[in-house]
């Protein structure tokens, strides 16, 4: 179980500070798929990172397992079991898209194995194993090679930055699939912070950041039509176009 | 051979044992070990340290391995190798050159090697450069390299140097005739309070003929290293210039590709780029589970490669 206890995170911006995240307390539980979602802007990826260590909280505590890992690097939170597929992932020129799940693997992987994971984020894999993971990439490649590599990971906690930006439909329903599998396994807790109705409609929980704050959470169900009516009222367009029609 | 011959001779030219084909080994200043075969020709030169290997037109996948090894401290030579590659010809060439200094004087080999590449041939040249050992004296490699291509021959150079060199000055001159390719990979690692300078000169003089120059670096601690590698067009004609570097700690990089037209027809580009390696890299890696030293490495393995 990931815990933040009281966590706050600011930046120092001109003469000012900015509150990032605001004393948030957030608990994920075991085996759970938890999404995270909210505005553009509001901390969502800011939590995925203090989770990580990339961050490091300017207040508050982060507990895993009974743990305090607050302090904790983040290779040493990668060796308790935590990953984190990037929103941008950075490309390595030279470096084979074999030689990457293995690093994540944390050993050689064989050939079929690194294909299974290919397979399952919609890439035909005979092609990619050799390829280098540099710009000849697309951007929608690179984030399914991003993701694979989470899988081939052995994780407590995987968190996911967005996993269907920059990715097409076809690809996208393979991975709807995928994430399904791996929330049906229930061996590990599964983060995704997203915006997709398809996503959020698959979780145990849905948690919403505004603002650096929680600002609802509970079982997708009840939270879902809430961020839908929620949309409603605040869409002056959507509310225009509905007359126009009248 | 002993222990640190067979693995000079392994990091220089991956040989494992005696090659198949034909070959030359020259250790502390003298040829120790050589075999011609039917299609390639080795014999030494008369008038001069060196060798020359003369590869019969049409010869086809063979291979050629000529590696260099100094274990001895105070070795300064000069060594001249002609190589005369028949047309038709589709051969390998490994050379190579490793100094093992565990004394206090200074060990240097400067090669100049020559190719003579004939009409429709084909090369793949490996040349790997390595130091090592516990002594103060400083291991010194400035090899010199010619390429002259005839009509439609295709030449691609590998020209590695891996670490422990403490001084190299390069010099690279090729001049290609119509319908020639050329493409060279420099990669180069200096560290400690290493210099390295890469000087290239690729002259574009035949019709249709095209080259690719891409250098990739890695300087650490309070190592220099210099590119200058230059493109000059003559006819119609491509060139691809591409200079990336990594910089780290207190080193210093200056990279200077030039290209040149003198033919409305040329197609000259090039590109260069320094920096340190880039952070979101090194998070991403340690978030497998690598130290940060760890994943440095990684990244620089992957970028050299």
Known sequence: MIELKNVSFKVASDNDTLEIIDNIDLKIDDGKFTVITGPNGGGKSTIARLIMGIEKPTSGSIIFDGQDITDLSVTDRAKLGIGYAFQQPPRFKGLTVRKLLSLAHGSNLPVDECCAYLTNVGLCSKEYLNREVDASLSGGEVKRIEIASIMARDLKVAIFDEPEAGIDLWSFSMLIETFKNMAKKKDKSIVLISHQERIMKMADEIIVIADGRIRDRGEAGVIFPRLMNEFEENCDFRGKAGKANE | ?305
Do not use: W
């Open chain 2, 1 to 305: 051979m002993n222990k640190i011959d067979s693995h000079m001779l392994e990091a220089v030219a991956d040989m494992h044992s005696i090659p198949a084909g034909a070959y030359n080994i020259r250790k502390n200043g003298e040829g120790v070990a050589r075999n011609s075969t039917e299609n390639i020709i080795i014999e030494p030169k008369k008038d001069k340290p060196g060798i020359d290997i003369i590869i019969k037109p049409g010869t086809k996948n063979e291979s050629v391995h000529i590696p260099v090894i100094i274990t001895e401290t105070g070795i300064e030579e000069l060594v001249y190798n002609d190589f005369f590659i028949g047309d038709d010809a589709d051969v390998l060439i490994v050379a190579g050159c490793g100094i093992h200094n565990s004394g206090s004087k200074k060990s240097e080999h400067d090669g100049i090697h020559r190719f003579h590449i004939g009409k429709n041939a084909k090369i793949k040249s490996v040349e790997k450069h390595y130091g090592e050992g516990e002594g103060t004296g400083e291991r010194v490699l400035n090899p010199v390299t010619e390429v002259e291509m005839d009509e439609n021959s295709y030449c691609e150079m590998e020209m590695v140097q891996i670490k422990g060199v403490d001084s190299t000055q390069r010099e690279t001159t090729a001049s290609l005739k119509a319908g020639a390719k050329l493409v060279i990979f420099e990669k180069l690692m200096t560290h400690g309070n290493q210099s390295a300078r890469s000087n290239m000169v690729v002259n574009l003089n035949g019709e249709n003929s095209s080259a690719q120059i891409i250098s990739r670096s890695v300087a650490k601690d309070t190592s220099e290293q210099v590119f200058y590698p230059r493109a000059v067009g003559n006819n119609l004609c491509r060139a691809h210039v591409q200079c990336d570097s990594i910089i780290m700690d207190n080193a210093k990089i200056r990279s200077i590709p030039e290209i040149a037209a003198n033919n409305c027809d040329a197609q000259i580009v090039h590109e260069a780029a320094i920096g340190r390696i880039n952070n979101d890299q090194l998070i991403k890696l340690q978030t497998f589970g690598l130290s940060k030293e760890e994943a440095e490495e990684v990244i620089i393995q992957g970028f050299l490669k």
